[in-house]
């Protein structure tokens, strides 16, 4: 619903939004993964360096995790995770639907941490090709099969991002510490808040935290209402992980850069299973409860 008079640039973006967004989000019955959203409204910001990490993170407890590069025209997690882009989202999207467990299966590369990736196209201009309505069926289908779906996300509002945040669980906002990212940061959350998304299912990540730019963590609260969840530091480390395709999580396990992607998987990893407490008293079962009965 929209509320008249508003400005004409909101009419349109809750128009596009409502384009954007059109079915359902989970597939009844089945047990449906969380979808996390990676998103920063700028570039350089550290949202691919984050969105890897998370994944392989969650990927080292166990997590059967499927990565979704979105950045349709400059998608780099291929590189980033050191893998060749053997099949891609626009080959997914010229098979077409539907799409079961099978074929997007065969649409996934398997990463060495066990993360399986669907990589973006390798040109700008196959990006056209890929539909937002197939990718809100590929998003359902991705979280009946396996235990969390992490989105890397290309700069602002793009319809196809829109129609992500539409369907994630959880939303990661990736700020850095200058005046312009956390302008931008702000305007971010901003806009989530106009779009209706639940506030607690926001997470505020602020990367290259350390830096000493004059910018202290109150100054962050101030700017953009509110403190950071998590906080990444700046590593040398990076760089070089990136060029070898081997995120830091798993290459420099003992940095604080990895501590603080395991602090935001955390945030989304599956509870552990509580063990089963044998109950006291209880009756025999099984073959006790037999042997019991013959003596
Ligand atoms: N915490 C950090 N420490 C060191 N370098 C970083 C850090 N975060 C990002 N970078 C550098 O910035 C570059 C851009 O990050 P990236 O994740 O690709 O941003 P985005 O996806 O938002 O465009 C990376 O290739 C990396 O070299
Ligand atoms: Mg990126």
């Not at 053997?86 to 990463?111: C, N, Q, S, V, W």
């Not at 396996?146 to 945040?165: H, L, M, N, S």
């Not at 939303?171 to 305007?187: A, E, R």
């Not at 396990?253 to 945030?267: H, P, V």
């Amino acid at each position: 619903m929209i509320t008249l008079p508003q400005s004409s640039e909101q009419v349109a973006f809750t128009l596009e939004k409502v384009i954007a967004r059109r079915k359902g989000l989970a597939v009844p019955g089945k047990a449906n993964a969380p979808l996390v959203a990676v998103l920063g409204p700028k570039g350089g910001t550290g949202k691919t360096l984050i969105a890897t990490n998370l994944a392989v993170a969650l990927a080292q407890r166990d997590a059967n995790v499927v990565l979704v590069d979105l950045d349709l025209q400059f998608g780099d997690i291929g590189l980033a995770l050191g893998m060749s882009p053997e099949h891609t989202m626009y080959d997914l999207m010229r098979a077409g639907p539907p799409f079961d467990h099978e074929k997007l299966e065969r649409h996934l590369i398997r990463h060495s941490s066990g993360v399986k990736v669907l990589i973006a196209p390798t040109r700008p201009d196959q990006a056209s090709a890929v539909s937002i309505d197939y990718l809100r069926d590929i998003y359902a289908s991705l979280r009946t099969m396996c235990d969390a779906v992490i989105v890397d996300t290309p700069p602002g509002f793009t319809p196809e991002v829109i129609a992500t945040i539409d369907v994630s669980t959880e939303i990661c906002m990736v700020g850095m510490l200058d005046s312009l990212s956390l302008k931008n940061t702000k305007l971010g959350l901003e806009t989530l808040d106009l779009m209706g998304y639940d506030t607690d299912h926001v997470s505020l990540v602020l990367n290259r935290a350390d830096s000493r730019v004059g910018i202290t963590h109150d100054d962050v609260s101030m700017i953009v209402g509110r403190g950071p969840d998590v906080s990444i530091p700046s590593d040398r480390e990076i760089p070089r992980s990136i060029n070898e395709g081997t995120p830091i999580v798993a290459s420099k396990q003992s940095s604080g850069a990895a501590k603080a992607f395991r602090a935001l998987a955390d945030r989304y990893a599956k509870p552990p299973a509580p063990k089963p407490t044998p109950l006291r008293g209880a009756p025999p079962s099984g073959v006790r409860a037999l042997m019991g009965r013959r003596r």
